[in-house]
């Protein structure tokens, strides 16, 4: 049963268990550090299909699949999915489950994502509404180019701050709690946070304020400390936003999380020799990275208590040219390794 | 507590109750037979705004304040918002909730977007994981012909089985049950089904598979009979999708809801005197109808026990571009009408 503590957090006390998680990524993603820990690489941007969209759905596709085979699930054994994208109506989602016959919630948060369909799915299972859910997500660069940016085609310079959307699917498939697995321990929903950022080519920027205020919320709730994880796990700030959440942490909640941060948007690419600007991002970046190096050291017991926070940027190509500033949001998952044998 | 019977459905144990609800329009939806059930009226399609996007925002924002103030609360009360919208990215809900201050759950179901919001909102009370919860979404004709079909400005000709977005937003606040109230006392998540439709101007027909599925799964799962119900509404279906929907259950499922079903499409607006085409659409459109007329209806006791089924065709302009078939989604809602004193 979830037990509201504080002012937002919600403790799940049956510890809901990530019993199969996946991710798969593309070519860059391949050429990156975490190449020998995803799940599957689609050597092909295009993945064989007829469109960048097309692709996301078969990758979006291929994750959960590979979630739900690793848990030793069928997907009539699922009671919901909890799934949605960057793409205009969430088509990578929709398109990528439609064939699969399970009970589909869609979700919009940009690339808060991973967290926010990890939440609820969490959410459904601890309460009892739900015995299985999968939660997941996608991106695509070059889908995300063009509904964002610019054609590629164009061949337009991108600017040092601007990130790089991640061509990666991730999913987790939740189960009532077993040992020796990764488990969903609380969450914390978060809210909008908007300090008036326009520049569409700075997501960083504009989304650090909402993991500042998540991180902070979420320590507050639980009376914890920075130190008593072994990972807080931003996803996807990349250089600028990172640097920037560490310095608004310390200066605004007088928390120093420098010890411990580190953030999807840089651990999946090689920052130094990959030409990917200020680092990953996209709902694929850190559900991927979550759904391979994260869980798997959970697994093993490499990492034991992890405050992933992944951070949205609520924006839509005409709210930007329409002048509008970048509304953003971030929402943590606590994920344990629970118990070790 | 949520309760799971039959294959997917979730009776909420506890009752949760609708203890605020409003809905307001713009000029087409004043001049239809609820315009004196609306809470507010605009008559300026743009809202006094610089944009029917932003008009949208501010229409979404003006249904959730309304429906807050008529249940007694703060936004400070409310421990989650579930909203989401047709725009790109969400952009009519973000925009108009972001000052609130409110954790925010987005959520993407297209026009089914009222009965998946009023769902994880209740479902979320039930289980304890909220104490009050607000459940919204918004539409607006101008913002939505101009993204998905054509700008206002080429005088398009509209086919007469397309139908014409409300300009409309509702909102319910959710919260532990009270007497004399309307209460959600069951929810279905639905599935995906695309029976291969391709005309984005008959989205009717390509959702009432959808429907026909739920309701009947619902009926199935609950053990309950058409003539149980003082009304099924779906919503929205309009003109040709409402004949289709009665014929697939007849024929798929051996059920005739005719005796005790109705669309909010064809509520909204005066079918014969106003040039709506096959009748009412958009996210607005049933959240306006069921968070007005429906809601009064049940807290007066002129309805007991309403089957809420709102359809989402989960559609882009970009799928359609690619030659893509509608996949199409319902969820339902178990809407009775409380305790009578």
């Given at each position: 049963m979830p037990e509201r503590i504080g002012k937002n957090t919600l403790l799940?006390?049956?510890?809901?268990?990530?019993i199969g998680f996946a991710g798969v990524g593309g070519i860059t993603e391949g050429e990156g550090p975490l190449s020998e820990e995803f799940d599957y690489l689609f050597d092909d941007d295009e993945a064989g299909q007829s469109s960048f969209e097309k692709a996301e759905s078969l990758i979006h596709k291929e994750a959960v699949e590979r979630a739900l085979s690793k848990a030793g699930k069928?997907?009539?054994?699922?009671?919901y999915i909890f799934a949605g994208d960057l793409l205009n109506q969430c088509t990578g989602s929709t398109f990528g489950i439609r064939n699969m016959n399970i009970p589909y919630v869609g979700v919009y948060g940009a690339c808060s994502t991973m967290a926010l369909t990890l939440s609820l799915a969490s959410i459904f299972v601890d309460s009892g509404a739900a015995n299985c859910a999968v939660a997941s997500t996608s991106s695509h660069f070059c889908s995300a180019e063009r509904q964002?940016?610019?054609?590629?085609?164009?061949g337009g310079q991108r600017t040092p701050t601007a990130q790089h959307t991640a061509t990666a699917a991730g999913a987790s498939v939740i189960s009532s709690h077993v040992k020796n697995t990764p488990c969903v321990s609380a969450v914390l929903i978060g809210k909008i946070r908007d300090?008036?950022?326009?520049?569409?080519?700075?997501m960083g920027a504009a989304m650090a304020p909402a993991a500042a205020q998540t991180i902070s919320d979420f320590l507050s709730d639980t009376n914890t400390?920075?130190?008593?994880?072994d990972l807080i796990l931003t996803?996807?700030?990349g250089k600028v936003g990172s640097a920037l959440l560490k310095e608004l942490t310390e200066k605004?909640?007088?928390?120093?999380?420098s010890s411990v941060h580190n953030d999807c948007g840089l651990l999946i690419y090689d920052m130094e020799n990959q030409d990917v600007h200020a680092g990953g991002s996209g709902c694929g970046c850190s559900a991927s990275v979550v759904n391979t190096h994260v869980m798997n050291n959970l697994k093993n017991g490499k990492l034991g208590k992890v405050l992933f926070v992944a951070t949205g940027a609520l924006l839509s190509a005409t709210s930007t040219l329409q002048g509008e500033t970048i509304p953003s949001i971030a929402h943590a998952v606590l994920l344990t390794g629970g118990e070790r044998e």
């Open positions: 799940l006390t049956s510890n809901p268990s990530v069928s997907k009539s054994d699922v009671d964002f940016r610019l054609p590629l085609e164009y300090l008036g950022i326009k520049d569409a080519n700075n400390k920075p130190e008593d994880y996803g996807d700030l605004d909640f007088g928390v120093d999380i």
